[in-house]
């Protein structure tokens, strides 16, 4: 079954701890994305990756950081100087989008974080 | 910058009353856009896309959209609507030289009631 899988579904940590999401897929492809929803602002880019040992900021990357060591992985850590870090976090992956292309992204099934 | 514009945010309908999900973007040059759901306790997936031609896209579950260029409008439509069809409904867009990011609205909650 291809798919992406985030762990866990639900994650608590305590304010001032660096917390790290795990986001897998197998559906072979290049790029990958972390989300942040909040209800009613729908959902923001924070860091995506297109191959690789490469990664970009999104839209809200402060008190994030991501790593690409492997095309089925894209972890997304939650630091410390995140200032409200409690959220819903999806990540997404897609075939790589070549210049004047598009694709859709696939989404995972999400980790709510609660930070207290 | 880019943004998309979704201005309804809360919609309730009875079962078979038609649906009509607004959705505007800002952005004057070549787009992809996206109508996307979130059914309760599911994944984000995908309902119908717009990359070129036919401007009237048909979807799943009988859902279609109208891309109108001259409105920067990508509206989302059913007929008659299902109590299944209760979801929040995102619809997003990208620009043509950046298709790495997807621009997403800020979402409508659609509850339909039997």
């Known amino acids: 079954d291809g798919g992406i899988t985030q762990s866990p579904k639900y994650l608590f940590r305590k304010e001032g701890q660096n917390v790290t999401l795990s986001c897998e897929q197998n559906?072979?492809?290049?790029?990958m994305y972390w989300y942040r929803q909040d209800p009613g602002q729908g959902l923001r880019l924070i860091y995506y990756?297109?191959?690789?040992?490469?990664?970009q900021k999104g839209d809200i990357a402060e008190g994030y950081s991501v790593s690409r060591e492997k095309k089925e992985s894209f972890p997304l850590t939650v630091t410390s100087a995140q200032k409200n870090p409690t959220a819903f976090y999806l990540c997404?992956?897609?075939?790589?989008?070549?210049?004047?292309?598009?694709?859709?992204?696939?989404f995972g099934p999400g980790t709510r974080l609660t930070v207290t | 910058a880019q943004s998309v514009s979704q201005h309804n945010h809360h919609v309730i309908l009875s079962e078979a009353a038609s649906l009509e999900l607004g959705c505007n973007y800002s952005?004057?040059?070549?787009?992809?856009l996206f109508w996307y759901v979130q059914y309760p306790g599911q994944h984000l997936q995908l309902l119908l896309k717009?990359?070129?031609?036919?401007?009237l896209v048909k979807g799943i579950k009988g859902f279609e959209a109208e891309f109108i260029k001259s409105k920067f409008s990508f509206n989302l439509r059913k007929p008659s609507v299902q109590w299944s069809d209760t979801a929040e409904y995102f619809c997003?867009?990208?620009?043509?030289?950046?298709?790495?990011?997807?621009?997403f609205g800020t979402g409508t909650r659609l509850q339909v009631f039997p």
């Open positions: 990756s297109q191959i690789v040992n490469d990664f």
């Open positions: 559906l072979n492809h290049d790029a």
């Open positions: 997003a867009v990208n620009v043509s030289y950046n298709t790495d990011k997807l621009i």
């Open positions: 717009y990359f070129s031609g036919d401007p």
């Open positions: 952005y004057g040059g070549t787009v992809n």
């Open positions: 997404a992956s897609s075939i790589y989008p070549l210049a004047g292309d598009s694709y859709e992204q696939y």
